[in-house]
């Protein structure tokens, strides 16, 4: 227990844990501005992998860091707009399109990258965004500018969806799209608009992969965080500020792992250490579960005029 | 833009809607293939020809088919009752792990029991354990309202880090030289080869006839009929007196096993143990098949093998013109969405004009 209390006292534990924190901020906010316009996105996965993947490309033919992370947004939005296409104007399931759209850019991005690189053994690198020393902030300097900027965006998306009429017509069209209509919403257009721009965000959650955390592009180095931004909007119970409390608590169980399994020294095979992030999102899911207030018209297609 | 619902469809749009999708992808993987540098044609011969063009080549592909065809009925009747299942592949790992676990010996030693006994039972533990997964998350769904998409994402994770812990401890074979691999499975409880040289075995038996049984089941039980109204309209189905807990556990139970069993399947006919790598997303390519398939377990059988001559013929493919395998992905992810679109085109007419009403 000790120990515990030694590693969370210790400031490289915070940097970790906001350097975790940040794709699974960006990954949240965008499922959470989909959902709150009742529309899920299971694209997140694979449009992570995208925009890690086109962001590190931009860079690497030679564009700036933050061109890089507008062509992952660009690219994150396209992959948007498809899903849009088919849950919002066509209403398919909303499950199978966006598991479709991980498939699809997951396996647009491999082919990519082999197409491009056909032979390397090491990934090629670039120079990612570099800390900002010169802030003078603990925990803070020691991040990229990525960082600060997801931070940013908690508050901003809180005070666009409740104070904003733009705000208001996301929130509508997912609690009650025909009354939305009937306000002369339009459900189409807002539902679509709030899916692209959140998938703009999951491209920038994957950019900060390659741009930040790591400089270079490896197969599955997305591994699962979509998933975990998914389950952490339930355990946010779609609000941006819990969000934020849950990609940093996630951040801090991840943190904490790592330096577990480096103190534990063989004594719990690694993988343990490794499984508690994924076990401790389901006790989550499971604790919120009961008092989830669901925007009411999440994975309910629209089809105007009909019931 | 708004869709209007057909009537009845078009016996034009039946027939032109499956040959539109193939055709979308089949383009769409064209323009890939010509960015690649390669010429459009040959690909496409070679692939042809890698997966469907000669016995051997049927042979593979249909050794491929056989655990699609079963993650693929897994999905069938998990999403038939809308019960979202993406942790097939989480639960064919625990399948693999639990058919190892009854069958599997250390450096050629003597099996337990009699074959027959010892076979029946690492098929029905590869089962169970497949069951149990999926049983946790129906069950925090069905009493919790906890999402299940969620949960068996997650628990995929979570099962493939316990399989790689128990390769890497107590199931390691020894003689494997530090690579992480389980005990082989005893040599009597392979599945035998019917086709001299070639790698397939009677697991597709097993598939097909559990596919035959799926498709009675939907159409003549009362099962069925339970798993077809509570997805059709739950509450309703709950209000004309179908048991809703009982019928989520059941779907959860099949489908699960169904799931575990292509683990089973896999060891015994194809691989003889596990490693990490014995299933290349299996789990997630059964419900690209049951989509493909329009939820319809002889559908399945098609799907499948279409899906597994797609993945065997672009290896081929990508050894005579040098375009990457993941074209492959790409081919199988297109068509899901170019399906999906069609299918919807059938039952629904596209009006561009303002509504009148």
Redesign the interface.
């Given at each position: 227990m000790g120990d515990i209390l030694d590693i969370v006292a210790s400031l490289p534990f915070w940097v970790a844990v906001l350097r975790i924190a940040t794709p699974l901020v960006f990954g949240t906010l965008g499922v959470l501005l989909c959902e709150r316009a009742g529309v899920?996105n299971?694209g997140i996965e694979g449009i992570m992998v995208a925009g890690a993947f086109c962001g590190w490309l931009a860079v690497y033919a030679g564009w700036g860091l933050w061109a890089g992370v507008a062509v992952a947004a660009f690219t994150g939005a396209a992959f948007g707009l498809?899903h849009a296409g088919?849950t919002v104007?066509?209403?398919?399931?909303q499950?199978?399109?966006g598991?479709?759209i991980t498939?699809?850019a997951?396996?647009?991005s491999?082919?990519g990258y082999?197409?491009g690189f056909?032979k390397v053994s090491t990934p090629p690198t670039i120079t990612p965004f570099a800390e900002m020393s010169h802030l003078g902030i603990p925990v803070l300097s020691q991040q990229t500018p990525l960082t600060l900027l997801a931070l940013a965006l908690v508050p901003l998306l809180a005070w666009g969806l409740n104070r904003t009429p733009a705000g208001l017509a996301v929130r509508m069209v997912g609690e009650n799209p025909q009354a939305a209509e009937g306000q002369g919403v339009s459900v189409a257009v807002t539902r679509t608009v709030a899916i692209v721009v959140g998938s703009a965000l999951m491209g920038v959650a994957g950019s900060f992969l390659t741009l930040a955390a790591f400089n270079a592009f490896f197969f599955n180095m997305v591994n699962?965080r979509g998933?975990?931004c998914?389950?952490l909007v339930?355990f946010a119970s779609w609000r941006p500020g819990k969000a934020l409390l849950g990609a940093v608590l996630f951040g801090v169980f991840d943190a904490l792992q790592l330096r577990l399994q480096q103190a534990g020294s063989g004594a719990l095979?690694?993988?343990?250490y490794?499984?508690l992030p994924?076990?401790l999102?389901?006790v989550a899911?499971?604790v919120v579960?009961?008092r989830?207030t669901y925007p009411q018209a999440l994975m309910k297609p629209y089809?105007?005029?009909?019931r | 833009?708004?869709?209007e619902?057909r009537t009845h469809a078009s016996p034009v749009a039946l027939v032109v809607a499956p040959v539109a999708a193939v055709l979308a992808t089949l383009l769409v993987s064209a323009l890939?293939v010509r960015?690649?540098g390669a010429p459009v044609g040959r690909t496409y011969a070679a692939m042809l020809e890698g997966g469907f063009g000669s016995v051997f080549a049927w042979t593979e592909t249909l050794t491929r088919a056989v655990p699609l065809i079963l993650t693929g009925l897994a999905a069938t009747v998990a999403f038939k009752a809308r019960l979202?299942n993406?942790g097939a592949e989480g639960q064919l790992y625990g399948g693999a792990m639990a058919a190892v676990a009854v069958g599997g010996v250390q450096g050629g030693a003597e099996l337990w029991g009699p074959v027959w006994l010892v076979f029946a039972l690492m098929l029905a533990a590869a089962a169970l354990a497949g069951a149990v997964l999926l049983l946790g998350p129906a069950w925090?769904k069905a009493r919790?309202?906890?999402?299940e998409?969620?949960?068996t994402?997650?628990?995929?994770?979570?099962v493939l880090?316990?399989v790689?812990?128990l390769l890497?401890?107590p199931m390691k074979d020894p003689t494997a030289l530090g690579w992480p691999q389980s005990v082989p499975l005893a040599g009597e409880l392979e599945l035998s080869r019917p086709v001299q040289g070639a790698r397939l075995h009677t697991g597709l038996f097993i598939a097909a006839a559990l596919a035959l049984a799926l498709w009675q089941v939907f159409r003549r039980s009362v099962l069925g009929f339970d798993i077809r109204a509570t997805g059709a309209n739950a509450r309703a189905a709950a209000f004309a007196g179908v048991p809703a807990l009982r019928t989520a556990m059941v779907v959860a139970a099949i489908s699960g096993a169904l799931a575990g069993l292509a683990g089973a399947i896999e060891v015994a006919g194809r691989t003889g143990y596990v490693t990490m790598d014995m299933s290349p997303g299996y789990g997630?390519s059964g419900?690209?098949i049951a989509?493909l398939a329009g939820l319809h377990p002889l559908g399945v059988l098609g799907a499948s093998v279409f899906v597994a001559g797609v993945l065997v013929g672009a290896d081929t493919m990508s050894r005579v013109v040098?375009?990457?395998t993941?074209?492959a992905?790409?081919i199988?992810?297109?068509s899901?969405?170019a399906v999906?679109?069609a299918t919807?085109l059938t039952q629904?007419r596209v009006r561009w004009a303002r509504?009148t009403?």
């Open positions: 899920l299971l498809l088919l104007g066509l209403a398919l399931s499950h199978v399109s598991l479709g498939m699809l997951t396996a647009l491999y082919y082999r197409v056909p699962g998933w975990v998914v389950a339930v095979p690694y993988q343990v490794l499984m994924y076990a999102s389901i899911l499971v579960a009961r989830a089809r105007k005029g009909e | 833009m708004r869709l619902r890939l960015w690649a979202f993406i925090m919790l309202g906890v999402d998409v969620v949960t994402l997650l628990m995929n994770f979570i880090l316990g790689s812990a890497d401890g997630y419900i690209v989509m040098g375009v990457p993941y074209i992905d790409v199988v992810a297109t899901l969405i999906l679109v919807l629904y509504s009403r």
